[in-house]
T-cell receptor, first 111, second 114 residues
Framework: GENVEQHPSTLSVQEGDSAVIKCTYS??????FPWYKQELGKRPQLIID?????GEKKDQRIAVTLNKTAKHFSLHITETQPEDSAVYFC??????????FGRGTSLIVHP | DTAVSQTPKYLVTQMGNDKSIKCEQN?????MYWYKQDSKKFLKIMFS???????INETVPNRFSPKSPDKAHLNLHINSLELGDSAVYFC?????????????FGQGTRLTVV
């Protein structure tokens, strides 16, 4: 089955800095890679996703890159703000398989 | 108009009791899931139902039994609760079986077993 590794488990940055969270996956057939943000006490919500036919996707201050050869994908947040503080989860899936989640990264943005 | 709603939001109960958590989605999705999130925030899949049929059960103890009366509802019944069952349980749904589309999560049920 799919195995998703996510690093780092905790990331602390100053407001305005960039943050990068990295994930690797094991199943080369995986073709869908979503990222979820979970604020304290709230539900996980999709913030951005990428499919295997695309190498990069941007949405304002967030971007995701995918390297299929190396089987890794990353979330980039620029100009971080305190409201970006949350737990971020990556996931990988294909076809009818249930998504496999990474173990999460706790991002702390200090004002 | 909440897309995925689960009740109750908080549940405190004693060891050995039986409890249920209800989940409903009004998105017309075919697939629903139950996830368990432990204190370390790890999201672990428990069950997935596609059009009322169980399609996965990730080695969850048989004290946990999902019930889906129709594709808009997936309830979770837990027998003989144990301390280790304390966690946040999330219901989720997606348009079709599998993970090639976004999953929509409910607000979670924080279960505390004392």
């Amino acid at each position: 089955g799919e195995n998703v590794e996510q690093h780092p488990s905790t990331l602390s940055v100053q407001e305005g800095d960039s943050a990068v969270i990295k994930c690797t996956y094991s199943d080369s057939a995986s073709n869908y890679f979503p990222w979820y943000k979970q604020e304290l006490g709230k539900r996980p919500q999709l913030i951005i996703d990428i499919r295997s036919n695309v190498g990069e996707k941007k949405d304002q201050r967030i971007a995701v890159t995918l390297n299929k050869t190396a089987k890794h994908f990353s979330l980039h947040i620029t100009e971080t703000q305190p409201e970006d503080s949350a737990v971020y989860f990556c996931a990988a899936s294909r076809g009818s398989y249930i998504p496999t989640f990474g173990r999460g990264t706790s991002l702390i943005v200090h004002p | 108009d909440t897309a995925v709603s689960q009740t109750p939001k908080y549940l405190v109960t004693q060891m050995g009791n039986d409890k249920s958590i209800k989940c409903e989605q009004n998105l017309g999705h075919d697939t629903m899931y139950w996830y368990k999130q432990d204190s370390k925030k790890f999201l672990k899949i428990m069950f997935s139902y596609n059009n009322k049929e169980l399609i996965i059960n990730e080695t969850v103890p048989n004290r946990f039994s999902p019930k889906s009366p129709d594709k808009a509802h997936l309830n979770l019944h837990i027998n003989s609760l144990e301390l280790g069952d304390s966690a946040v349980y999330f219901c989720a749904s997606s348009p079709q079986a599998g993970g090639i589309t976004e999953a929509f999560f409910g607000q979670g049920t924080r279960l505390t077993v004392v």
